[in-house]
């Protein structure tokens, strides 16, 4: 059985996080999609509400299974979950240089767990869930960027932050 953890804070789901599942999820029998709080990073949506978002634009993928995860190292939470595989995306050199590390850090942590990358595609690779933000702060239009669901909920928040 090859099950897989793609983790990530998911701030909110982008279409390329979602291009990645939908690879990934041919490539395991399983794939788990750990949503986490990053600590170093201020979220917009609450874990209920990234959830929510996620399991929604993932439902139509049958081997893809979509938990909160606690704040703990993530080859612990790989482990537990009986994941030996974990998924990431790399959009470019900069996500290269960063991911690298955390990959071989992980490989020390738990070398029975294989880190396996996907290059992000062409149309989504120059796209983060902060790039997006940004953007719809100042009414530039990314709905080209977001699954439907995510879209939706980004508009709402938007109007609560205008009337406030
Ligand atoms: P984290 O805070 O762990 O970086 P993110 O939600 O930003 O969480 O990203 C989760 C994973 O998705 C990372 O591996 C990241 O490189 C990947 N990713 C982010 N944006 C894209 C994209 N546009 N295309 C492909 N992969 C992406």
Do not use: W
Not at 21 to 32: M, N, Q, S, T, W
Not at 73 to 83: D, F, I, K, S, Y
Request: charged share 25%.
């Amino acid at each position: 059985m090859k099950r897989a953890l793609f983790p990530g804070s998911f701030d909110p789901l982008t279409m390329g996080h979602l291009e990645t599942i939908r690879r990934g999820a041919k490539l395991f029998d399983e794939l788990i999609v750990g949503v986490f709080v990053n600590s170093n990073k201020s979220s917009l949506f609450t874990m209920e509400e990234k959830l929510m978002l996620v399991k929604e634009a993932v439902a139509d993928i049958s081997n893809v299974r979509v938990i909160a995860q606690e704040t703990e190292l993530t080859v612990v939470a790989a482990e537990r979950l009986g994941a030996n595989f974990l998924l990431r995306g790399i959009r470019s050199i900069k996500d290269y240089e960063y991911e690298r590390e955390i990959m071989e850090m992980n490989q020390h942590l738990n070398p029975e767990i294989e880190t396996v990358f996907l290059l992000a595609q062409s149309q989504y690779s120059h796209i983060s869930s902060s790039l997006i933000k940004e953007v719809l702060l100042f009414d530039g239009n990314v709905q080209a960027y977001l699954p439907k669901n995510v879209y939706q909920m980004m508009m709402e928040k938007k109007g609560e932050i205008n009337e406030k």
